[in-house]
């Protein structure tokens, strides 16, 4: 990921993102924190609880505690509210589509009523990319894992 922004900054003339946002999952903050090394600026990387994959039953996508997050990569920031520990995980349910879908909705919502910048980079899974296409209209595409997928929203407050 590293190397796709480094082109598409410099030959493409693609802006950087402003933000660089992260599921609070291992595998994601370690990619996010790779793909933004030494890139001109210096990047924080925020970790986002909204971000996470589809949750419960498969110990994957379980989160550490905050604290241990902090521990294991003590570069990164804490979006507010950033809980202290893992309460939506459990061992014996998994979060349905229409439960994913809806919380990723909230996520964007969120994002658009409190987000300064125009212009954010978000590292995640493939279950919460698919429920970002689902919440967006986008058509359900897979997700290879390692890629960079493109996803541009545009919202429009209502009543302005």
């Known amino acids: 990921m590293k190397a796709f922004w480094e082109l598409a900054t410099t030959r493409d003339k693609i802006p950087l993102p402003e933000r660089f946002l992260s599921s609070p999952l291992t595998r994601c903050l370690q990619t ?4 933004t090394r030494g890139l001109a ?3 924080n990387v925020e970790v986002s609880e909204g971000l996470r994959e589809v949750y419960g039953i498969h ?3 379980r989160t550490k505690s905050r604290i241990d ?3 294991t990569f003590p570069s990164v920031e804490f979006e507010t509210g950033f809980p202290a520990s893992d309460s939506l995980w459990l061992p014996d349910q998994r979060e349905s589509h229409d439960h994913a ?5 909230a996520w964007l919502a969120r ?4 987000e300064e910048n125009a212009f954010i980079s978000a ?3 493939s279950g919460a990319i698919r429920a970002l296409y689902r919440a967006t209209g986008h058509p359900d595409i897979w997700v290879a894992r390692g890629s960079v ?3 541009l929203v545009r919202a429009k407050r209502l009543g302005t």
């Open 111 to 114: 994002r658009f009523l409190s």
């Open 59 to 61: 110990t994957c996508d």
């Open 149 to 151: 997928t493109p996803l």
């Open 101 to 105: 879908t809806e919380r990723l909705r």
């Open 69 to 71: 997050i902090q521990s």
């Open 123 to 125: 590292t995640t899974h």
């Open 41 to 43: 600026k210096k990047v």
């Open 32 to 35: 996010a924190i790779l793909s």
